[in-house]
Structure formats: structure tokens, C-alpha cells
């Protein structure tokens, strides 16, 4: 073959590789790997993209690893004709549109069950901080104003031996209740269905409707997916159905709490504490949230220990690469958000590398 044939040939299956979109700076060791299959568009810092934004940066790509923050439906992948795979690292996936997604053919995935456990530890961790006031009476130490040991003084409520809500017993609901029962918790859930007698019985759980858990939580743990449905289950009404004793953590998704409601609440001595990871209009926080002392908060960092972030990015590399037809599962990503059908699959229409 001639030295001219042979650079045509070069260029011309250079020219075929698939491009991808990595919309924030990842683990580059991890990352890296889509480099054998793809030509790969990675963002340099982190930012926030805007609608435009994605939509141009996916004009010209057939496959996209995204984050929570990247919104991607109907306008975003509306000039996107070769778009054919979007993997997101998380396991929640209310920024992906998936109908408009599934209707263009296009594959989604997320990253469930590599990050359960690192998920529940750190829901635990947080309905126990609201229960003792771990934050505010590090606060109260470290303004100056600990004067002494104190008999009667940040008095908070227990744990073991009280009674656990779950709202949402999916693979991290199950988590806290295994988790709980270290604690002799007495553990209700309420779910969209009822799980099996069996796994009921693993975690010693019991299934009571929405208003049961509500009234019969000591400390209610919200664990469910974000939707329509699910935006501002828990508002003033739910609120005003709790004891006022109990405490509420939300590790799932801002949207699913009202948290006008929730600042009143506390505020009001209605409810006795909160711990939130998640907000609704994050990164902004509610200052009315902010100026409470019987509030515990974190910017959304439950999956956030450094091997499953790293587990996480894993998943979501090894999802790209299968949905756009590459690598050893090619066509078979791992963790697809709605089953990927045979001879619907996108991945087998790419024939990537
Ligand atoms: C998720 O995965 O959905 C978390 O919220 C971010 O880790």
C-alpha cells in the first residue's frame, strides 16, 4: 500500500471515530479511557451550562457523559442529529428528559447501586447530626459561647429504640433500614408499591401509608425518585401530620420538599429538626433555611466519598462506551435507564469502533 493510500485510509477511519462530550472535569485517569474509542470533547472547568450551551456542545457528538447539572431534553438534543447515547453519573436522572430521549432513539443511563452504601452512611450520618445537634452545637462551641458543661444544655433526641420512616424503599431506602436495625430502630416505609414479604422480613420493615408514616415517624428519611408526582410531597400538610419531636432528612432531591413550608415549621417549634443534602433551587439555599439553628445542611454530597464518585465515574464510562456500540459489552450498557430492547438499540446502529 502507498505511503498516500495508507494516510487516506488513517484519515479516513480518524474521521469515523465517534465524538463525545464530557460536560465537567471527571477522574482523567477514569475519563481517559473513552480516548481508545472516541474522539472526546472534555470540558476544561467546571461550570454551570446553560441551555444553548448543551445544545452546542452536543450539536456535533454522538454521545455525552453528563452530571446533575446538566439538563438535557427536547430544545437540548433538538440539533443533535447523531446524538445517540447519554450517560449520566448519578443514579437520579431528573435532569434527563427520558421520553424526549427514548422517542429520538437515544439511549440514557445512570449509575444505581455503586453508590447505595456511601449514600445511606451519609443519610444516617445526617439524621443523627439533626437528632443531636452535632452542627449547631459545633457552632455554639466554635462562636465562643460553650461556658461550661451544660446538664440541660443542646438536649437533643435519640435514635436507637425510635421509630424510622422511609419514604422510598428502593436500593438506598433499604441502606438506612439495615443500617437502622443496629440501632434497634422499629423501621415503617411507605413506597409506590409494597415490597415482597421476604425483603420486608431482611429489613425488618413495615409497609403503613403515607399519613401512618408521617404520624409514626421519630425521624422520617426521604429516599425517592423526583417527579411530578413526588414535587412537594412533603409541604405544609405533610409537615403539620409529624410530631413535633421528630426530625426530617432529605438526601433525595430538593423538589420534594417545600421548603417555604419546612423554614416555617422549624421556626415555629412545629417540627423539632431538619437535615437537608438537597435543595430546589440548588446552589442557592432558601435564607430562610440558612438562618435556622435546627437545620443541618450540606451541598449534596451523599455519594460523595472519593471511591464511589470514583465507582460512579466507572459505570458511566463504561455505559458511554457500551451504548454508542464499543468496547466488550458493546450494545449491552450496564445500567440503561429504561432497557435497552434488541434491534432498537442504539448502540448496535453505531458500529463504533
Ligand atoms: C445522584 O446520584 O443522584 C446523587 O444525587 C448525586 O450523587
Known amino acids: 500500500m502507498s505511503a498516500t493510500s495508507r494516510h487516506a485510509l488513517r484519515a479516513a477511519s480518524v474521521a469515523e471515530r465517534p465524538r463525545v462530550w464530557v460536560s465537567q472535569p471527571l477522574f482523567d485517569d477514569i475519563v481517559s479511557r473513552l480516548h481508545a474509542y472516541f474522539d472526546v470533547v472534555q470540558a476544561p472547568d467546571v461550570r454551570e451550562h446553560d441551555e444553548a450551551a448543551i445544545a452546542a456542545a452536543l450539536r456535533e457528538v454522538d454521545g455525552a457523559l453528563v452530571t446533575l447539572n446538566e439538563r438535557i431534553g427536547e430544545r437540548e438534543i433538538a440539533s443533535a442529529p447523531k446524538l445517540r447515547a447519554v450517560a449520566n453519573v448519578g443514579v437520579g436522572y431528573d435532569n434527563l428528559d427520558v421520553g424526549a430521549l427514548q422517542s429520538r432513539g437515544i439511549v440514557a443511563t445512570n449509575t444505581p447501586d455503586v453508590l447505595t452504601e456511601t449514600t445511606a452512611d451519609f443519610g444516617f450520618a445526617l439524621m443523627m447530626a439533626a437528632a443531636r445537634r452535632i452542627t449547631e452545637s459545633e457552632r455554639h462551641l466554635r462562636g465562643g459561647k460553650w461556658t461550661g458543661w451544660n446538664f440541660k444544655g443542646l438536649l437533643g433526641?435519640?435514635?436507637?429504640?425510635?421509630?424510622?420512616?422511609?419514604?422510598?424503599?428502593?436500593?438506598?431506602?433499604?441502606?438506612?433500614?439495615?443500617?437502622?436495625?443496629?440501632?434497634?430502630?422499629?423501621?415503617?416505609?411507605?413506597?409506590?408499591?409494597?415490597?415482597?414479604?421476604?425483603?420486608?422480613?431482611?429489613?425488618?420493615?413495615?409497609?403503613?401509608?403515607?399519613?401512618?408514616?408521617?404520624?409514626?415517624?421519630?425521624?422520617?428519611?426521604?429516599?425517592?425518585?423526583?417527579?411530578?408526582?413526588?414535587?412537594?410531597?412533603?409541604?405544609?400538610?405533610?409537615?403539620?401530620?409529624?410530631?413535633?419531636?421528630?426530625?426530617?432528612?432529605?438526601?433525595?432531591?430538593?423538589?420534594?420538599?417545600?421548603?417555604?413550608?419546612?423554614?416555617?415549621?422549624?421556626?415555629?417549634?412545629?417540627?423539632?429538626?431538619?437535615?437537608?443534602?438537597?435543595?430546589?433551587?440548588?446552589?442557592?439555599?432558601?435564607?430562610?433555611?440558612?438562618?435556622?439553628?435546627?437545620?443541618?445542611?450540606?451541598?449534596?454530597?451523599?455519594?460523595?466519598?472519593?471511591?464511589?464518585?470514583?465507582?460512579?465515574?466507572?459505570?458511566?464510562?463504561?455505559?458511554?462506551?457500551?451504548?454508542?456500540?464499543?468496547?466488550?459489552?458493546?450494545?449491552?450498557p450496564p445500567t440503561p435507564i429504561v432497557p435497552v430492547t434488541q434491534g432498537g438499540d442504539a448502540g448496535k446502529r453505531a458500529g463504533a469502533a
Open 157 to 332: 433526641a435519640d435514635l436507637h429504640r425510635s421509630t424510622l420512616g422511609i419514604l422510598g424503599m428502593g436500593r438506598i431506602g433499604q441502606g438506612i433500614a439495615k443500617r437502622a436495625s443496629g440501632f434497634d430502630m422499629q423501621v415503617l416505609y411507605h413506597n409506590r408499591s409494597r415490597l415482597p414479604a421476604d425483603v420486608e422480613g431482611a429489613y425488618k420493615a413495615s409497609y403503613v401509608d403515607f399519613d401512618t408514616l408521617l404520624a409514626r415517624a421519630d425521624h422520617l428519611v426521604l429516599v425517592l425518585p423526583y417527579s411530578p408526582q413526588t414535587h412537594h410531597i412533603v409541604d405544609a400538610a405533610a409537615l403539620a401530620k409529624m410530631k413535633p419531636t421528630a426530625t426530617l432528612t432529605n438526601i433525595a432531591r430538593g423538589g420534594i420538599v417545600d421548603e417555604a413550608a419546612l423554614a416555617e415549621a422549624l421556626g415555629s417549634g412545629r417540627l423539632a429538626a431538619a437535615a437537608l443534602d438537597v435543595f430546589e433551587g440548588e446552589p442557592a439555599v432558601d435564607p430562610r433555611l440558612l438562618a435556622l439553628d435546627n437545620i443541618v445542611l450540606t451541598p449534596h454530597i451523599a455519594s460523595g466519598s472519593l471511591s464511589t464518585r470514583r465507582a460512579m465515574v466507572t459505570l458511566a464510562v463504561d455505559n458511554l462506551i457500551a451504548a454508542l456500540g464499543a468496547g466488550p459489552d458493546a450494545g449491552r
